[in-house]
């Protein structure tokens, strides 16, 4: 098979990564790409949301499956398009993967989210919703802090503010609402009560009608340590999550997941793709904190690594509606993403600076490239999160220390990243073992 996979970030090398593993696949294709793609297939310099430029690809390469990896392209309609075009017969037999405009709205707007989640009784946080920053101000006075003030729209995963005072909440309100620093996103507020509990990613199939969770994973979006500082597109992750154990991970698949793509359906939009729950686990049970449309960025650095089935037999059966017939097969142990940023990240950062280190890291270490080009045939910075080193283990202490050890050689300047990856995890496998030591 031929494949084009959508996207030029770590989420996307990794995907591509493992769709090389497969024997059915005869030639891979990504737009954009970056540096680290490029040396396992082959990067067209057509954008991520340049729909027409796609399907000319699709066309000129005879290209038999597209993978969408970003946010933006889906809630786009890049699917509908490419539906449309192959109904057409402009396309072949040519299919792409992941949810229509309308499904992939529960990722575009949170106000949609929200308000699908509390028809359908799905578990999630009480909220507002406000388009005036007048009134989201007054009712944060009301409800008083600790609170949650989010973008409606994409945010590249920072549209989120989690404020622990009054004074912090509606600094988010003139944040996102008046300074416009998400843009259109920010037209719209949600207010939300703040969950307390730990957090975790379930990543699912869904063919429309069933769903197929992956392993749980954690991600970590504040920028440092200890969870401080403003979100971030995510530095690092880790699977599975301890956290969100198998009793756990089954009501997320019986009180979130299925509700969810029954709604959908119920709602006419069915869901063919993947869908990620971003959840708090609190003391009533997971509930929902966000759905994103697609596979997650980093959680699938880690999750492909300790994937040992097929991908692409995962992705068909998805399409073909036939989920039934298969089950992910996971490699034993533990992966840990730690993802290496440029200097200013989360805000404006720096490029162009060369990236000395990686024929230091030890072959069975993957360095997914997130934000790299080449200038000169030289390895240089080009995004603000630059890298995702990933590493397996037999447990989770040993995925850690060998992902931290490989990131340790590798060296940019102003590069930084969070030092407490996984540290969630470990803390309770500890505990649990010390609980059973008594």
Known sequence: MRILVVGGGGREHALVWKLAQSPRVQKLFAAPGNAGIAELATCVDIAAEDTEGLLALVRQEKIDLTVVGPEAPLVGGLVDAFQKARCAGLLGSGRIFGPTRRAAAIEGSKVFAKELMQKYGIPTARAAVFDNPAAARSYIKELGAPCVVKADGLAAGKGVIVADDMAAALDAVEIIMVRRAFGAAGQRVLIEERLEGEE????????????????????????????????????????????????????????????????LKAEGAPYVGVLYAGLMLTADGPKVLEFNARFGDPETQPLMCLMAGDLLELIEAALDGELERVRPVWHPGAAVCVVMAAEGYPGPYRKGDPIVGLADVPPDVVVFHAGTARRDGELVTAGGRVLGVTARGADLAEAVARAYDAAGRIHFAGVHYRHDIGRKGLTRLAAAQEGEAC
């Not at 869904?206 to 971030?232: C, M, W, Y």
Request: contains cysteine.
């Open 200 to 263: 975790a990613s379930v990543l699912a199939f869904s063919d429309g009608e069933r769903v197929l969770p992956f392993l749980p994973a954690q991600d970590h979006k504040r920028i440092f340590d200890g969870d401080r500082g403003p979100n971030t597109g995510g530095m690092g992750a880790y699977a599975p999550a301890p956290a969100c154990t198998p009793e756990v991970l089954r009501e997320v698949e019986e009180r979130i997941l299925l509700p969810t793509v029954r709604a």
